[in-house]
């Protein structure tokens, strides 16, 4: 369900905003070099050439984490993240998204973490969506967060939220700012809020898209969420 969310979202974008065409040629020029490489790994075969020199191969090495240094995450963790303090984060660091939503009542799984995404379905239809994607670089503006959120959507209809940054459900944690993008407020269609940040130095972005019958359901939902799903911060 957010696939399509997503993509009518960032295509309305795309069509709509003066920079939508740099931000598509970028974007699909990341796309086709993929499929490229995709496709050449896939199909050449290699012939060893009998002249050439037989090289031993290399001993397997132990990988070691990777510590940017005069980085606190723990620090970082423990205020909140507006989007001008997206710099403080280490590059390359993972943002995750918690489960919180996996016991909640009324709430259950139908997929969990499968490359990248969960969703969880309520009794009353709702329907929450919740994705991490890596190696956005192609979409982001280097050093601002907010620009690089906003290029997924049309920038007029976005409206300012925020979740939970780390923490424990029921417990007290900081805040990260995210955006907002509502559709479906009109009579007769499902409502749905998607929440959306594209944290630029660490190359990543979260989305968690609400889905529900009307905008009854949808406001209990939302709010359901905020308060059990967490953005993770890194922790190096």
């Not at 969960?118 to 956005?136: L, P």
Request: net charge neutral; aromatic share 4%.
């Amino acid at each position: 369900m957010e696939n399509r969310l997503e993509s009518g979202a960032a295509a309305t974008a795309v069509t709509r905003t003066g920079g939508g065409s740099r931000l598509a040629r970028r974007a699909s020029r990341a796309f086709l070099a993929g499929a490229a490489a995709a496709a050449l790994a896939g199909c050449s075969v290699g012939i060893p050439d009998p002249s050439a020199p037989k090289t031993a191969p290399a001993a397997p090495t132990l990988a070691t984490p990777t510590i940017t240094p005069g980085h606190d995450a723990a620090a970082v963790a423990a205020k909140d993240m507006p989007f001008t303090a997206g710099g403080n984060l280490a590059a390359g660091a993972p943002i995750q998204l918690s489960d919180g939503l996996r016991d909640a009542p009324g709430w259950k799984p139908i997929k969990e973490n499968l490359a990248g995404a969960s969703e969880y379905v309520k009794d009353d239809g709702c329907v929450v969506s919740a994705k991490v994607r890596t190696n956005q670089s192609a979409l982001a503006v280097d050093g601002d967060d907010r620009a690089s959120t906003e290029a997924l959507f049309l920038p007029a209809y976005l409206e300012p939220a925020a979740l939970r940054w780390g923490g424990e459900p029921g417990g007290p944690a900081p805040a990260v700012e995210m955006l907002v993008f509502k559709v479906g407020e009109r009579s007769g269609a499902r409502a749905t809020a998607i929440y959306a940040r594209l944290f630029s130095k660490p190359d990543s972005s979260v989305y968690l898209s609400v889905s529900c019958p009307d905008a009854g359901t949808l406001a209990a939902a939302r709010s359901e969420a905020e308060a059990r799903i967490a953005v993770v911060p890194p922790s190096d």
